[in-house]
């Protein structure tokens, strides 16, 4: 099946610091998904981004299909950043029902 | 929109005994999946339904069944639980149309 590989696996910052989590999958998808996972365990999502570029606020993410990696961009990191980042795959295919394969996520740490 | 809502959100068993475990999609969503997370293996998908029927299946044991109900909620059940079925299981709705997932809460379960 499909591999997704993220990096770095943990990130300490200080606030108002930049950081760029990176995304790498081996396949073609059809789906790409950025989520924060907060301290209570939900999944929130940040983007829905299989090519492109999308912003939202401090947050960013650009994903390069051809090449097969998406990066996320958060600026001017807060506090309330802090948690889990998961990137998620579904394959290209039209098999893959409602199956989305995960990375292991990147932990960030924000210091005031 | 009422968002993707789990019940209960802590759970505590004991080895041998079953759980039931719900999920309520948001209004207008027909496919729901279902994954588990452990902090040894992260995020694995269980099984998506769409419409009452089960579409896809991850690499689980038969002790691990789902259903879903004409008006899409799902539920999904472990029978004999182990130690090992000790995780945060979490249910996502997606809206026919797009790939875009949005989770629950989660439900905790412990199994003592």
């Known amino acids: 099946g499909i591999q997704v590989e993220q990096s770095p696996p943990d990130l300490i910052l200080q606030e108002g610091a930049n950081s760029t989590l990176r995304c790498n999958f081996s396949?073609?998808?059809?789906?790409l998904q950025w989520f924060h996972q907060n301290p209570w365990g939900q999944l929130i999502n940040l983007f829905y981004i299989p090519s492109g570029t999308k912003q939202n606020g401090r947050l960013s993410a650009t994903t390069v299909a051809t090449e097969r990696y998406s990066l996320l961009y958060i600026s001017s990191s807060q506090t309330t950043d802090s948690g889990v980042y998961f990137c998620a795959v579904d394959g290209a295919g039209g098999t893959s029902y409602g199956k989305l394969t995960f990375g292991q996520g990147t932990i960030l740490t924000v210091h005031p | 929109k009422a968002g993707v809502t789990q019940t209960p959100r802590y759970l505590i068993k004991t080895r041998g005994q079953q759980v039931t475990l719900s999920c309520s999609p948001i209004?207008?969503?027909?496919?729901v999946s279902w994954y588990q997370q452990t902090p040894g293996q992260g995020l694995q998908f269980l099984f998506e339904y769409f419409s009452e029927t089960q579409r896809n299946k991850g690499n689980f044991p038969g002790r691990f069944s789902g259903r879903q109900f004409s008006n899409s909620r799902s539920e999904m059940n472990v029978s004999t639980l182990e130690l090992g079925d000790s995780a945060l299981y979490l249910c996502?709705?997606?809206?026919?149309?797009?790939?875009?997932?949005?989770f629950g809460p989660g439900t905790r379960l412990t199994v003592l």
């Open positions: 996502a709705s997606t809206v026919l149309g797009t790939d875009t997932q949005y």
């Open positions: 396949d073609s998808v059809n789906n």
């Open positions: 209004s207008g969503h027909r496919s």
